[in-house]
Structure formats: structure tokens, C-alpha cells
């Protein structure tokens, strides 16, 4: 039997009204996540509430103004990727957003790495939501390559076209041949689905709380990662120690040892003395904790 046409319209209407509540929702739980990973301490050369780190030109307020700049990109960004858009319309947006951010930090860059990989998943998540798919990470990830992949890839090999100017990146992946944020969006952020998240899961389900989660996920990034950040102020020592101190940290149990907060910030104020700083590696945090929330878990306090 076919639906009155006033009855199509008030179903399509509702459904239209549960999708844009839907990407609200999801903006909301971007910006947790990124205030999830700022208010984490102790965190290896990275700001915090509780200091600076290795930065003399930010600090958490910065970071806080820097969020609250992100408020309509998560929520735009996550409606276009529940249409379908290309990556082109996807990169338009990334790129105001990043305008946006540096107006409110005064020129400071605190969230690109996390405005093109939470953005990414953002849309990611709502195109799975936009087809009615269950929400796992797999679908997520899935949907991200199949739709966006070769964008991606190809966002990869335009490194250093003539339109962007030199980013520390770039000038990183030529010098030390790093791969940094654009080869994680090529691969489908391998290190959000194949070290983050399951370690944030093995921490819980170990029974320990969400802090150490939280502790446990970066210091396996951190092993992992060919941080760009870290490359830029410490070079190829600084990537060394880095992932040497990390490793170290989980050999030893990682926040399962009774001596575990000691020990973490003492690697903190090592990485302050080197100037080092894993900010990709604070963003992949952040990102996976957007995907653990999108799935169900809770973003505890
Ligand atoms: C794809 C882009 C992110 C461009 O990346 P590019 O390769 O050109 O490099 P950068 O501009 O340097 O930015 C990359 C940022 O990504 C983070 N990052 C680093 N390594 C990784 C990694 N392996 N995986 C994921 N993410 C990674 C990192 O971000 C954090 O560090 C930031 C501070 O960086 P920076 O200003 O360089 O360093 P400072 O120490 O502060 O410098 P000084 O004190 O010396 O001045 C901090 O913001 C963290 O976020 C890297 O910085 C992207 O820019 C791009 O293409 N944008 C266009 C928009 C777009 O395409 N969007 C797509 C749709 S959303
Ligand atoms: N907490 C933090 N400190 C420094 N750089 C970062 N990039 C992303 N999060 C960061």
C-alpha cells in the first residue's frame, strides 16, 4: 500500500531531524575526546592542565580556546560525510577549520593533526549511521577506504604540491622518509584500530580504570608511531628515545605496575628537557577515543 504523500514527507522530515541530532551527538563526543586527551596527566611532553610540557608558546587555556573553535566543524563535517560528500568538499571544510582554529589561538597550532583525523572519522561514522550499519570499528574503517581511500592516498602523494605551503611535515617526510598524518589517513589510521583502541580495551578489561586506559593507549602510540611532531624538534634521536622510553614503560606493565605514575613522569620531564613532543600521538589518542564512544564505551570523567 503506498503512504500518503503528507505521510512520506512527515517520515522523511523526522528522519532528516534524528540524523542532524545524531551528528550534534557526535560533534559533542569529538570535542570530548580531545578534552579527554588535554586533561590526561602525566603525558609525555605534552600540555596539560597540570603544564606546558615541552611548549613555551601554549598551554591548556590554549587548547581550551582551540577546541571550542571546532564546535561546527565536528557537527558540518560528520553531516557531509553522512551524505556521501567527496573529499574535496571533506578537505574544504578541514581547511576552514584549521582557519578557525588558528584565529582563536593567535596563530598556534594545537589541533591540525586532530582536525584531519577526527574529522575524517567523524565522517566516517555518520556515513555508516547515514546507511542504517551497525557501528563497530570495522565498519568504521571499512567505510572510511571504501569511500575515501583513494582520496586519501592521493592527499598522500600531492605532498609538497605547489598550492600548500612547506608544513613541518612535509619538510619531515622528505628529510627522515616518515610518513606522519597523511600515510595514517592513506592506511585507514592503523594506529587508532590496531594499537589504540585495543589497548584501551585490554586496559579495561584488565580491570583498571580510565585514566590508565587513556595512559596505557598513548604509551603504545607513542612505541609505535612515526610521530611528525616528534621528528621536527628532536630528529631522529628524539623518534629513537621516544619510542625506546615507551617501550620500556609497557615492558614494565605499563599501568599495571604499583611505580607506574612515578615512572611517567619521569619520561615526562625527560621529553621537557629534549624539547619533545608526541602531539600525533596525543591526536591518534584522542581519535581513539572518539571510535571507543561512537561504539557504545563510555568517555568516563
Ligand atoms: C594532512 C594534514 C594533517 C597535513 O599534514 P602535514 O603532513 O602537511 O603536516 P603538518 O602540517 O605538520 O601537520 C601534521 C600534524 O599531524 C599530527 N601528526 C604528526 N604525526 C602524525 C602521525 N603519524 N599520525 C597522525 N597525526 C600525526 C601532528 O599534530 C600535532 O602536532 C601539532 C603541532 O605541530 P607543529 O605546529 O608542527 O609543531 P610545534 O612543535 O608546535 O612547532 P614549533 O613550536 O616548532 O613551531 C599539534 O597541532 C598536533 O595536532 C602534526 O603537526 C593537514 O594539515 C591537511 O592536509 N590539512 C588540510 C585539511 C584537510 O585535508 N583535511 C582533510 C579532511 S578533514
Ligand atoms: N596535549 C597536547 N600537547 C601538545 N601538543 C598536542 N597536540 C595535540 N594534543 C597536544
Not at 564546535?71 to 577549520?97: C, H, V
Not at 594545537?110 to 567523524?122: D, N, P, Q, V
Amino acid at each position: 500500500m503506498r503512504l500518503p504523500v503528507a505521510m512520506h514527507y512527515t517520515e522523511r522530515r523526522r528522519r532528516q531531524r534524528r540524523q542532524q541530532a545524531f551528528c550534534r551527538e557526535l560533534a559533542r563526543m569529538a570535542l570530548r575526546s580531545l578534552h579527554q586527551e588535554l586533561t590526561l596527566y602525566p603525558k609525555p611532553g605534552l600540555v596539560s592542565p597540570v603544564d606546558k610540557g615541552s611548549h613555551d608558546d601554549m598551554d591548556a587555556s590554549t587548547f581550551m580556546r582551540s577546541l571550542f573553535s571546532l564546535r561546527r566543524y565536528f557537527s558540518d563535517i560528520a553531516t557531509a560525510g553522512m551524505a556521501g560528500a567527496s573529499f574535496t568538499e571533506l578537505k574544504r571544510l578541514g581547511i576552514e577549520a584549521e582557519q578557525r582554529m588558528l584565529r582563536a589561538t593567535g596563530g598556534i597550532n594545537t589541533h591540525r593533526g586532530a582536525i584531519f583525523c577526527l574529522g575524517m572519522l567523524s565522517a566516517s561514522i555518520a556515513c555508516c549511521r547515514g546507511q542504517e550499519m551497525m557501528l563497530s570499528p570495522q565498519a568504521i574503517r571499512a567505510t572510511l577506504l571504501i569511500r575515501w581511500g583513494d582520496a586519501l592516498t592521493g592527499h598522500t602523494n600531492s605532498k609538497g604540491g605547489r598550492e600548500e605551503p612547506a608544513s613541518h611535515g612535509l619538510r619531515v617526510a622528505a628529510r627522515h622518509a616518515v610518513g606522519g598524518a597523511r600515510e595514517e589517513g592513506a592506511l585507514g589510521f592503523p594506529s587508532v584500530f590496531e594499537i589504540a583502541l585495543p589497548q584501551l580495551q585490554a586496559t579495561l578489561a584488565a580491570g583498571r580504570d580510565w585514566h590508565c586506559a587513556k595512559t596505557d593507549a598513548l604509551f603504545a602510540l607513542m612505541a609505535h608511531v612515526s610521530d611528525t611532531n616528534v621528528y621536527h624538534r628532536g630528529g631522529a634521536a628524539g623518534a629513537a628515545l621516544v619510542q625506546q622510553r615507551s617501550r620500556d614503560f609497557l615492558a614494565q606493565g605499563g599501568t599495571s605496575d604499583g611505580a607506574w605514575q612515578a615512572r611517567a613522569e619521569a619520561i615526562h620531564h625527560e621529553f621537557v628537557e629534549h624539547r619533545l613532543s608526541p602531539g600525533g600521538a596525543a591526536d591518534l589518542l584522542a581519535a581513539a577515543c572518539l571510535i571507543h564512544a561512537a561504539c557504545g564505551g563510555e568517555l568516563a570523567a
